[in-house]
T-cell receptor, first 114, second 113 residues
């Protein structure tokens, strides 16, 4: 069984640029959630995708957007990067089953904005 | 609205001693509660979860947690700490839809030989 994978591992961007982060779900999982983890903080929920549609969103501006593909992989796009966007971005996949909700996390993408 | 408070950003215990990491939650609906562990430069790994049923939940690596509704708490314990338990621990809460998870700010556990 393949776990959650994310790419790239590290990324350096300049303020104002755009970035795309990618996530492949664990086999059999149909739901993907994205989190931002700033240094020394807990993960902050960005949004969740289920069956290619946004299924919940945290307190993040519209310049954070996402996609989920038919194979349940996902992308996180961030436009007009700001210095505060520097963080570890975590992807988590799960099965949308009542009583489950176990999320399996990938290793993350470390984004640095200069 | 839901939120999690983890008391103590840093906890140090001696090897073999009891581990107690505190978590209090706020939720307007019956919560689902989780503990995750994060090792350096890695993602989060689920230790245990409470959804419904028995309030004492056992997880991996000898950890357990008890859901106490009256105290709005979900503290994590382990009877005897091991060096390999040194890591960052996060408590999280979700409603029963699982659409949004709210994490605490984490507790860094140090195990002293």
């Amino acid at each position: 069984e393949t776990g959650v994978t994310q790419s790239p591992t590290h990324l350096i961007k300049t303020r104002g640029q755009q970035v795309t982060l990618r996530c492949s779900s664990q086999s059999g999982h149909n739901t993907v959630s994205w989190y931002q983890q700033a240094l020394g903080q807990g993960p902050q929920f960005i949004f969740q995708y289920y069956r290619e549609e946004e299924n919940g969103r945290g307190n993040f501006p519209p310049r954070f957007s996402g996609l989920q593909f038919p194979n349940y992989s996902s992308e996180l796009n961030v436009n007009a990067l700001e210095l505060d966007d520097s963080a570890l971005y975590l992807c988590a996949s799960s099965k949308a089953l009542i009583g489950s909700y176990e999320q399996y996390f990938g290793p993350g993408t470390r984004l640095t904005v200069t | 609205a839901q939120s999690v408070t983890q008391l103590g950003s840093h906890v140090s215990v001696s090897e073999g001693a009891l581990v107690l990491l505190r978590c209090n939650y706020s939720s307007s609906v019956p919560p689902y509660l989780f503990w995750y562990v994060q090792y350096p430069n890695q993602g989060l790994q689920l230790l245990l979860k409470y959804t419904t049923g028995a309030t004492l939940v056992k997880g991996i690596n000898g950890f357990e947690a008890e859901f106490k509704k009256s105290e709005t708490s979900f503290h994590l314990t382990k009877p005897s700490a091991h060096m390999s338990d040194a890591a960052e621990y996060f408590c999280a809460v979700s409603d029963n839809t699982g659409n949004q998870f709210y994490f605490g700010t984490g507790t860094s556990l140090t195990v002293i030989p």
